[in-house]
């Protein structure tokens, strides 16, 4: 049990770091879009990359988020019901939902791999005027959906522990981030 109980405390900081830091990128999405509407109604002159810029962040954002939401149950949720059910058929429910949870990762990581690998082996850029590389991002899919993965496994041990454990589930530890606040 120690060792699933450190493996679930190594990957919740892990996707906690990582989401923690790539909140940080609202902040160039937003003085990007500042920046484009700033450019385009008061000078009356676009440009090319800034729109583009702030979706390639977006997109970061957004694939480092699935680990953090997932370890501090930020993921859409029945919660009028899944809220109300005792803990013991909550984690039961969560256990079986967990099969949907890696089908889907599965799948995702399985396929982007391989587009990953390609638009690498490619150097792959962007169609449009501006052209900027995307193979990064296409490289970062199949790491977001790993650390997803791994968060997934890792609240399949916790909703396992509280389905057949007498014992109180284990949580995760906090960040010292989190105990500030």
């Given at each position: 049990m120690r060792v699933l109980s450190r493996y679930v405390d190594a990957v919740t900081a892990l996707n906690d770091r990582v989401g923690r830091l790539s909140a940080y990128l609202v902040i160039p999405i937003f003085f990007l879009l500042l920046l484009e509407v700033g450019l385009r109604y008061l000078a009356g002159s676009p440009t090319v990359w800034t729109n583009e810029l702030a979706q390639m962040l977006f997109g970061t954002y957004v694939l480092l988020a699935g680990g953090f939401l997932l370890a501090h149950g930020g993921h859409a949720n029945v919660d009028i019901l899944h809220g109300r059910l005792p803990p013991r058929l909550r984690a039961a429910v969560d256990v079986l939902t967990s099969t949907l949870l890696f089908?889907?990762?599965?799948?995702?990581?399985?396929?982007?791999?391989?587009?990953?690998?390609?638009?690498?082996?490619?150097?792959?850029?962007?169609?449009?005027a501006w052209n900027p590389p995307v193979w990064p991002l296409r490289l970062l899919i199949p790491i977001a959906a790993t650390l997803l993965l791994l968060q997934g496994l890792a609240k399949l041990i916790i909703d396992l522990q509280a389905l057949f454990s007498t014992a109180p589930p284990h949580e995760p530890q906090a960040t010292p981030a989190e105990d500030a606040s």
């Open positions: 089908a889907f990762v599965g799948a995702l990581l399985y396929f982007s791999s391989s587009m990953a690998w390609e638009s690498v082996g490619r150097l792959e850029h962007s169609m449009s």
